[in-house]
């Protein structure tokens, strides 16, 4: 696994900042943000591409391709395979599947100012292969020497999820043996921001920044963006038993649904996320009682905290009650096409330490959000299997279930 996120640059510095509690919010500072509806974010702090990337290349790169290839070379070195010393044929065999929400919107901003300032010579001839959201499958590719399968799934909020199941599927399908995937985000110019802050999605919580990201609380009045990348390298446990890998973990089920309800605004009901969930059980072959922890979408938005904590408790019905959920957006803010990798690792990070990050800054329940989710501090409870939910504007619902290897 690899990570860049608002609170870690690695997984382990991801992993104690979760358990800690810490925010990752602050006032803006990639740009002025003054007088704007929203001042603040999370942002990644002392990222530094040149100490895993060459200059030449970095150049040439979006900074959502940047925390991608850093977030894989992580998740590589973490997995202990040598691709530079695997021959074509095994190369043949690994693939990279890997999403962005936005893609390069960095490079969209400044490659506009640069045509309406001067005009179409003043465009970058490397524009098109930083803006689209596929060129970080395409790099990591690049980077490794990897010839099986590359894509990249775009689905807004839902893009790390859906990358994890494309994964997945074509392991299964036997098409590849190993695979990185995962999703990457860097919106924090003021075209992101701002488009956000247009359609009143974000917090104002000016004045507090790092306790605005509130899920499940009743006077939740937004999300917090944040920005990052998750990796995760997937591969058939035949490949990973025959070069004796460390594995965190097994994936063992995924689902997919369609709200058809609304461009943003979630079904009221919950309907698509409950059917993530379902069919993501389905897909596992477990029995509802045998989840432990939810890492639930949870934005701290009204209408999604609560669509998505009726859905859960229409799927689990009384075992609702015995779940740890948790939302670790109170902490990253919103990764959005990162969120769903990141979590994805804050699921599986649960089950190796037995312990459910927090959802932090709680102090007032709602009635529309019952669930005993793990509140202000971390928990330390058995953790065999772990749910994952990511949902994207669009109406994308998609579920991943985690559980130990034995």
Not at 218 to 246: K, P, Q
Request: glycine share 10%.
């Amino acid at each position: 696994m690899g990570a860049v996120t608002p609170i870690g640059l690695t997984v382990d510095a991801f992993w104690r900042s979760l358990v800690a509690g810490t925010s990752g919010a602050a006032p803006i500072a990639s740009f002025d943000a003054t007088g704007w509806s929203t001042t603040f974010a999370c942002e990644l702090k002392g990222f530094d591409p040149l100490e895993r990337i060459d200059r030449k290349q970095a150049n040439r790169m979006d900074p959502y391709a940047q925390y991608a290839m850093v977030a894989a070379m992580e998740a590589v070195e973490d997995a202990g395979i040598d691709f530079a010393a695997a021959s074509i044929s095994q190369r043949e065999r690994a693939g990279v599947i890997f999403g962005s929400g936005f893609g390069g919107i960095l490079a969209v901003q400044h490659n506009a100012k640069s045509l309406f300032d001067g005009g179409p010579r003043r465009m970058s001839p490397f524009f098109v292969p930083m803006m689209i959201p596929d060129m970080a499958a395409g790099l990591i590719a690049m980077r490794f020497g990897l010839h099986g399968p590359n894509h990249a799934v775009v689905s807004a909020c839902a893009t790390g999820n859906h990358n994890i199941a494309d994964a997945l599927h074509a392991i299964r399908r036997g098409e590849a043996d190993v695979i990185i995937c995962g999703g990457s985000e860097a919106a924090m110019c003021e075209l992101g921001v701002g488009a956000f802050a247009a359609s009143r999605a974000l917090s104002t919580r000016n004045d507090s920044p790092e306790t605005a990201s509130r899920p499940f609380d009743a006077t939740r009045d937004g999300f917090v963006m944040g920005e990052g990348a998750g990796a995760l390298v997937l591969e058939s446990l035949e490949h990973a038993l025959a070069r004796t890998a460390r594995i965190h973990a097994e994936v063992v089920g995924v689902g997919a649904s369609a709200d058809a309800y609304h461009m943003t605004a979630p079904h009221p009901e919950g309907l698509g996320a409950r059917l993530a969930m379902e069919r993501a059980l389905a897909a596992s072959g477990l029995r509802r009682e045998e989840i432990d922890t939810v890492n639930m979408h949870g934005t701290s938005t009204g209408l999604g905290d609560a669509a998505e904590s009726a859905a859960v408790r229409s799927v689990f019905g009384a075992h609702a009650d015995r779940l740890t959920p948790t939302s670790t957006k109170s902490m990253t803010g919103h990764m959005l096409g990162a969120a769903g990798a990141a979590e994805a690792i804050a699921s599986i990070l649960a089950i190796t330490h037995d312990c459910v990050p927090p959802t932090i800054n709680f102090s007032t329940p709602d009635p529309a959000c019952d669930l005993p989710y793990a509140f202000n501090d971390a928990l330390q409870r058995p953790v065999r299997v772990a749910m994952s939910n990511a949902f994207g504007f669009g109406g994308h619902n998609t579920s991943a279930i985690f559980a130990a290897y034995e």
